[in-house]
Protein backbone atom coordinates (compact mmCIF):
# COMPACT_ATOMS: atom_id res chain seq x y z
CA UNK A 1 0.00 0.00 0.00
CA UNK A 2 2.72 2.39 0.77
CA UNK A 3 4.65 1.82 -2.46
CA UNK A 4 1.69 2.53 -4.68
CA UNK A 5 0.90 6.00 -2.81
CA UNK A 6 4.62 6.38 -2.82
CA UNK A 7 3.93 5.90 -6.72
CA UNK A 8 1.26 8.32 -7.33
CA UNK A 9 3.15 10.76 -5.28
CA UNK A 10 6.06 10.41 -7.62
CA UNK A 11 3.74 10.23 -10.71
CA UNK A 12 2.02 13.80 -9.38
CA UNK A 13 5.55 15.03 -9.04
CA UNK A 14 6.66 14.27 -12.66
CA UNK A 15 3.60 15.53 -14.16
CA UNK A 16 4.03 18.89 -12.03
CA UNK A 17 7.27 19.52 -13.09
CA UNK A 18 6.60 19.05 -16.47
CA UNK A 19 4.24 21.41 -16.40
CA UNK A 20 6.34 24.39 -15.24
CA UNK A 21 8.17 23.65 -18.34
CA UNK A 22 5.40 24.87 -20.74
CA UNK A 23 5.78 27.89 -22.81
CA UNK A 24 4.08 31.03 -22.02
CA UNK A 25 4.38 34.98 -23.36
CA UNK A 26 6.21 37.61 -21.53
CA UNK A 27 3.94 38.84 -18.89
CA UNK A 28 3.31 41.03 -15.97
CA UNK A 29 4.70 40.11 -12.39
CA UNK A 30 6.13 37.06 -14.22
CA UNK A 31 9.59 36.01 -12.98
CA UNK A 32 11.84 33.42 -14.66
CA UNK A 33 12.74 30.03 -12.28
CA UNK A 34 16.01 28.81 -11.18
CA UNK A 35 16.07 27.36 -14.83
CA UNK A 36 17.34 30.91 -15.77
CA UNK A 37 19.90 32.98 -13.28
CA UNK A 38 18.92 36.33 -12.61
CA UNK A 39 21.91 36.76 -10.26
CA UNK A 40 24.37 37.03 -13.67
CA UNK A 41 22.27 40.02 -14.71
CA UNK A 42 22.31 41.42 -10.96
CA UNK A 43 25.74 43.62 -11.00
CA UNK A 44 25.18 44.92 -14.32
CA UNK A 45 21.68 46.72 -13.72
CA UNK A 46 18.39 46.90 -10.87
CA UNK A 47 15.70 44.48 -10.32
CA UNK A 48 12.43 46.82 -9.87
CA UNK A 49 8.47 46.55 -9.42
CA UNK A 50 6.74 48.56 -12.62
CA UNK A 51 3.40 49.32 -11.60
CA UNK A 52 2.14 48.16 -15.16
CA UNK A 53 4.54 45.22 -15.85
CA UNK A 54 5.65 43.51 -12.38
CA UNK A 55 9.55 42.87 -12.09
CA UNK A 56 11.22 44.07 -14.19
CA UNK A 57 15.21 44.85 -14.97
CA UNK A 58 17.07 48.24 -15.80
CA UNK A 59 20.39 48.11 -17.54
CA UNK A 60 22.90 50.61 -15.24
CA UNK A 61 25.26 52.92 -16.62
CA UNK A 62 24.17 52.94 -20.20
CA UNK A 63 24.34 56.03 -22.86
CA UNK A 64 21.68 58.76 -22.38
CA UNK A 65 20.86 57.36 -25.91
CA UNK A 66 20.95 54.08 -25.31
CA UNK A 67 18.27 51.88 -26.55
CA UNK A 68 17.67 47.84 -26.65
CA UNK A 69 19.34 46.22 -29.81
CA UNK A 70 21.38 49.14 -30.37
CA UNK A 71 25.21 48.83 -29.03
CA UNK A 72 25.74 45.33 -31.21
CA UNK A 73 25.24 44.00 -35.07
CA UNK A 74 22.87 42.65 -37.00
CA UNK A 75 23.49 38.92 -38.95
CA UNK A 76 21.51 36.99 -40.71
CA UNK A 77 21.11 33.63 -39.61
CA UNK A 78 18.98 30.15 -39.88
CA UNK A 79 16.59 31.90 -37.73
CA UNK A 80 16.32 35.10 -39.73
CA UNK A 81 17.75 38.34 -38.56
CA UNK A 82 20.11 37.63 -34.67
CA UNK A 83 21.23 40.28 -32.75
CA UNK A 84 24.41 40.14 -31.48
CA UNK A 85 26.12 41.89 -28.73
CA UNK A 86 29.06 42.37 -26.14
CA UNK A 87 26.99 43.03 -23.85
CA UNK A 88 26.79 41.05 -20.86
CA UNK A 89 23.56 40.95 -20.33
CA UNK A 90 22.68 40.62 -24.47
CA UNK A 91 21.72 36.55 -23.87
CA UNK A 92 18.93 37.23 -21.36
CA UNK A 93 17.70 40.57 -22.60
CA UNK A 94 17.95 40.67 -26.85
CA UNK A 95 16.66 36.81 -26.75
CA UNK A 96 13.99 36.56 -23.99
CA UNK A 97 11.15 38.71 -22.83
CA UNK A 98 10.51 42.23 -24.42
CA UNK A 99 11.66 45.33 -23.81
CA UNK A 100 9.39 48.39 -22.63
CA UNK A 101 9.92 51.89 -22.23
CA UNK A 102 8.54 52.65 -18.91
CA UNK A 103 7.59 56.71 -18.00
CA UNK A 104 9.43 56.57 -14.62
CA UNK A 105 12.70 53.86 -15.16
CA UNK A 106 12.84 54.51 -18.91
CA UNK A 107 13.74 51.23 -20.58
CA UNK A 108 12.96 48.20 -18.36
CA UNK A 109 13.20 44.44 -19.29
CA UNK A 110 9.95 42.25 -18.56
CA UNK A 111 11.11 38.60 -18.52
CA UNK A 112 10.03 35.66 -20.78
CA UNK A 113 10.76 31.99 -21.46
CA UNK A 114 10.84 31.49 -25.50
CA UNK A 115 13.91 32.61 -27.36
CA UNK A 116 13.88 34.08 -30.39
CA UNK A 117 17.05 35.58 -32.91
CA UNK A 118 15.50 39.25 -32.01
CA UNK A 119 12.03 40.22 -30.29
CA UNK A 120 11.72 43.34 -33.06
CA UNK A 121 9.53 44.81 -35.65
CA UNK A 122 11.79 45.67 -38.80
CA UNK A 123 10.88 48.80 -41.28
CA UNK A 124 12.25 49.26 -44.43
CA UNK A 125 12.15 51.99 -47.30
CA UNK A 126 13.60 54.76 -49.13
CA UNK A 127 17.13 53.76 -48.54
CA UNK A 128 16.45 53.47 -44.32
CA UNK A 129 16.16 50.48 -42.02
CA UNK A 130 14.85 50.76 -39.07
CA UNK A 131 13.45 48.16 -35.76
CA UNK A 132 12.07 49.04 -32.59
CA UNK A 133 11.66 46.20 -29.43
CA UNK A 134 8.60 44.43 -29.37
CA UNK A 135 6.35 45.40 -26.52
CA UNK A 136 4.97 42.82 -23.89
CA UNK A 137 1.55 42.96 -25.53
CA UNK A 138 2.75 41.47 -28.36
CA UNK A 139 1.03 38.33 -29.37
CA UNK A 140 1.18 35.19 -31.48
CA UNK A 141 -1.24 35.82 -34.09
CA UNK A 142 -0.32 39.39 -33.96
CA UNK A 143 0.57 40.24 -38.02
CA UNK A 144 0.71 44.33 -38.14
CA UNK A 145 3.01 46.56 -36.87
CA UNK A 146 2.72 47.64 -33.49
CA UNK A 147 3.08 51.15 -32.39
CA UNK A 148 5.27 52.70 -30.20
CA UNK A 149 6.83 55.55 -28.67
CA UNK A 150 8.75 57.17 -31.37
CA UNK A 151 11.74 57.30 -28.86
CA UNK A 152 11.89 53.37 -29.28
CA UNK A 153 12.68 53.04 -33.08
CA UNK A 154 16.18 52.65 -34.30
CA UNK A 155 16.85 53.95 -37.77
CA UNK A 156 19.97 53.73 -39.61
CA UNK A 157 21.19 54.05 -43.74
CA UNK A 158 20.54 50.34 -45.01
CA UNK A 159 24.69 50.77 -45.89
CA UNK A 160 25.34 50.79 -42.44
CA UNK A 161 23.02 47.93 -41.22
CA UNK A 162 25.32 45.29 -41.29
CA UNK A 163 27.99 47.72 -38.99
CA UNK A 164 29.50 45.84 -35.77
CA UNK A 165 28.42 48.69 -33.98
CA UNK A 166 25.20 49.90 -35.56
CA UNK A 167 24.09 52.06 -33.31
CA UNK A 168 26.72 54.48 -33.74
CA UNK A 169 25.26 55.41 -37.12
CA UNK A 170 21.36 55.20 -35.89
CA UNK A 171 19.52 58.70 -36.99
CA UNK A 172 18.37 61.18 -33.93
CA UNK A 173 15.20 59.85 -32.58
CA UNK A 174 14.06 63.36 -33.28
CA UNK A 175 13.77 61.91 -36.99
CA UNK A 176 12.02 58.67 -36.21
CA UNK A 177 8.32 59.74 -36.41
CA UNK A 178 8.94 60.90 -39.96
CA UNK A 179 11.09 57.74 -40.84
CA UNK A 180 8.75 55.18 -39.85
CA UNK A 181 6.07 57.11 -42.03
CA UNK A 182 8.28 56.59 -45.23
CA UNK A 183 9.06 53.61 -44.29
CA UNK A 184 6.85 50.24 -44.72
CA UNK A 185 6.17 47.02 -42.07
CA UNK A 186 8.54 44.39 -43.58
CA UNK A 187 8.52 42.20 -40.20
CA UNK A 188 8.44 38.23 -40.69
CA UNK A 189 8.23 37.04 -37.41
CA UNK A 190 6.63 33.62 -37.25
CA UNK A 191 6.75 30.76 -35.37
CA UNK A 192 7.49 27.01 -37.02
CA UNK A 193 8.26 23.81 -35.64
CA UNK A 194 8.29 24.98 -32.09
CA UNK A 195 11.10 27.55 -32.54
CA UNK A 196 10.67 31.22 -33.02
CA UNK A 197 11.89 33.16 -36.65
CA UNK A 198 12.40 36.71 -37.74
CA UNK A 199 12.51 37.49 -41.33
CA UNK A 200 12.88 41.45 -41.98
CA UNK A 201 14.97 43.16 -44.38
CA UNK A 202 16.12 41.57 -47.90
CA UNK A 203 19.50 40.32 -47.66
CA UNK A 204 19.72 39.69 -51.41
CA UNK A 205 18.91 43.98 -51.28
CA UNK A 206 21.67 44.26 -48.85
CA UNK A 207 23.71 42.68 -50.84
CA UNK A 208 23.18 44.83 -54.07
CA UNK A 209 23.92 48.02 -51.69
CA UNK A 210 26.86 47.03 -49.64
CA UNK A 211 28.11 45.09 -52.36
CA UNK A 212 29.39 42.81 -50.43
CA UNK A 213 28.09 38.93 -49.72
CA UNK A 214 25.59 38.33 -46.73
CA UNK A 215 26.33 35.03 -44.81
CA UNK A 216 23.84 32.88 -43.46
CA UNK A 217 25.22 31.91 -40.36
CA UNK A 218 23.47 28.76 -38.16
CA UNK A 219 22.66 29.38 -34.45
CA UNK A 220 24.27 27.45 -31.94
CA UNK A 221 22.67 27.02 -28.72
CA UNK A 222 24.64 26.29 -25.47
CA UNK A 223 23.27 25.60 -21.87
CA UNK A 224 26.32 26.32 -20.14
CA UNK A 225 27.23 29.69 -19.49
CA UNK A 226 30.91 29.10 -18.80
CA UNK A 227 30.98 27.94 -22.40
CA UNK A 228 29.54 31.41 -23.22
CA UNK A 229 27.39 34.61 -22.29
CA UNK A 230 28.09 36.70 -24.86
CA UNK A 231 27.17 36.13 -28.68
CA UNK A 232 30.31 35.38 -30.80
CA UNK A 233 30.55 34.70 -34.72
CA UNK A 234 32.87 31.48 -35.41
CA UNK A 235 33.58 31.50 -38.77
CA UNK A 236 29.70 30.59 -39.97
CA UNK A 237 28.37 29.81 -36.93
CA UNK A 238 26.96 32.24 -34.01
CA UNK A 239 27.47 30.77 -30.30
CA UNK A 240 24.59 31.92 -27.67
CA UNK A 241 23.70 31.21 -24.62
CA UNK A 242 20.73 29.23 -24.51
CA UNK A 243 19.14 27.55 -21.20
CA UNK A 244 15.62 26.34 -21.29
CA UNK A 245 13.84 29.06 -18.82
CA UNK A 246 10.69 28.60 -17.27
CA UNK A 247 8.42 31.56 -15.85
CA UNK A 248 7.17 31.37 -12.71
CA UNK A 249 4.78 33.91 -10.69
CA UNK A 250 6.33 36.08 -8.22
CA UNK A 251 9.70 36.86 -6.91
CA UNK A 252 12.86 35.20 -8.83
CA UNK A 253 14.48 32.57 -6.94
CA UNK A 254 17.51 33.40 -6.81
CA UNK A 255 16.92 36.95 -6.42
CA UNK A 256 15.42 36.70 -2.81
CA UNK A 257 18.97 35.68 -1.65
CA UNK A 258 19.85 38.81 -3.04
CA UNK A 259 16.94 41.40 -2.56
CA UNK A 260 18.09 43.98 -4.95
CA UNK A 261 14.23 45.20 -5.58
CA UNK A 262 13.59 48.76 -5.99
CA UNK A 263 10.26 50.58 -5.52
CA UNK A 264 8.12 51.82 -8.72
CA UNK A 265 8.56 56.04 -8.22
CA UNK A 266 11.94 57.24 -9.05
CA UNK A 267 12.97 58.40 -12.62
CA UNK A 268 15.96 57.21 -14.10
CA UNK A 269 19.04 58.62 -12.03
CA UNK A 270 21.42 60.93 -14.23
CA UNK A 271 24.41 59.56 -12.94
CA UNK A 272 23.52 56.13 -14.43
CA UNK A 273 23.64 57.81 -18.14
CA UNK A 274 26.60 58.69 -19.82
CA UNK A 275 27.43 60.50 -23.16
CA UNK A 276 26.50 58.24 -26.59
CA UNK A 277 29.32 57.91 -28.70
CA UNK A 278 29.55 60.56 -32.14
CA UNK A 279 27.85 58.87 -34.60
CA UNK A 280 29.23 57.96 -37.65
CA UNK A 281 27.52 58.90 -40.85
CA UNK A 282 28.88 58.70 -44.57
CA UNK A 283 26.53 61.78 -45.30
CA UNK A 284 27.75 64.25 -42.28
CA UNK A 285 31.21 64.37 -43.94
CA UNK A 286 31.94 67.93 -44.73
CA UNK A 287 31.56 68.76 -48.72
CA UNK A 288 34.66 68.95 -50.63
CA UNK A 289 36.16 71.90 -50.77
CA UNK A 290 36.80 73.78 -54.04
CA UNK A 291 40.34 73.46 -55.31
CA UNK A 292 42.48 76.45 -54.51
CA UNK A 293 44.70 77.78 -57.37
CA UNK A 294 48.32 78.39 -57.53
CA UNK A 295 50.83 80.83 -59.21
CA UNK A 296 50.13 79.03 -62.11
CA UNK A 297 46.41 79.17 -62.35
CA UNK A 298 46.01 75.83 -62.45
CA UNK A 299 43.88 73.74 -59.92
CA UNK A 300 45.71 71.98 -57.15
CA UNK A 301 44.26 68.86 -55.67
Known amino acids: ??????????????????????????????????????????????WMV???YGRVWRPAHVYASWRPYWDGRWVDTDFGWTFVSDEPWAWATYHYGRWVLDPYFGWVWVPGEEWAPAWVDFYA?????GWSPMPPTFG????????????S???????????????????PPGRNRALVRDT?????????????????????????????QVPRLRVVGVDDPRRVVRGQVRGNEVVVYR??????????????????????????PPQQLRQAP???????????????KNGQGHGRH
Open 1 to 46: MRQTRASWVAAFVLVLGSALFVPAPAHAGAALAVGLSFDSLTPYGH
Open 50 to 52: SAS
Open 125 to 129: GDGWI
Open 140 to 151: VRLRAPVRVDPR
Open 153 to 171: YCFVDERHFLAPRVGRYAA
Open 184 to 212: RFVSRVERDGGRWYNRGPSPRHLETVTRR
Open 243 to 268: PQPRLRGGRPTDVVRRPVLRGTSRPV
Open 278 to 292: RAHDARAVPPRRPPQ
